[in-house]
């Protein structure tokens, strides 16, 4: 006889998943699908996404009318990319790197984190990484490389 098991949470103490989509869904987040949907809907332009270098267990998007947020998390292994998206330009103390198709791009280190941002197509891309996600600025230029 094979015995299966499920994982459960035990009554009254949320996960670590879905305390955090608690919070996130109070503070105007929705699924990133939707989300990025209605800020195309509204800006009339299609955003870039990048390939993640992590498998996400939770992702959330919030859009206003000039600004998207997406957030990816891994909550077992404690990733977190945060990309902002926007019309606006958001540059200050950082060195400028090149993208591989020639996109000027600015790169900052505050330990534990990594920022990068770019302009691409009109719209401004401000990347924020947790250090286990990304280690140094060649691997933050390597995953803004990415966008497609």
């Avoid at 330009?89 to 990068?116: C, Q």
């Avoid at 140094?136 to 230029?141: K, P």
Wanted: with cysteine.
């Amino acid at each position: 006889m094979l015995g299966l098991t499920t994982p459960y949470a035990v009554a009254g103490e949320p996960t670590p998943e879905q305390a955090l989509l608690e919070d996130m869904r109070k503070d105007g987040y929705v699924g990133i699908r939707n989300a990025i949907t209605a800020f195309e809907e509204q800006q009339h332009i299609k955003v870039k996404l990048p390939c993640l270098p992590f498998q996400a267990t939770t992702a959330l998007g919030k859009a206003s009318p000039d600004t998207l947020t997406l957030e990816w998390f891994d909550t077992v292994n404690h990733a977190h990319i945060r990309v902002t998206i926007g019309s606006r330009s958001s540059v200050s103390h950082a060195v400028a790197v090149t993208l591989k198709n020639g996109v000027k791009a600015f790169y900052r280190e505050d330990p534990p984190h990594h920022t990068l941002s770019f302009i691409s197509d009109g719209l401004t891309y401000d990347i924020y990484t947790s250090e286990s996600v990304v280690s140094n600025q060649w691997e933050m230029v390597e995953f803004a490389n990415s966008f497609n």
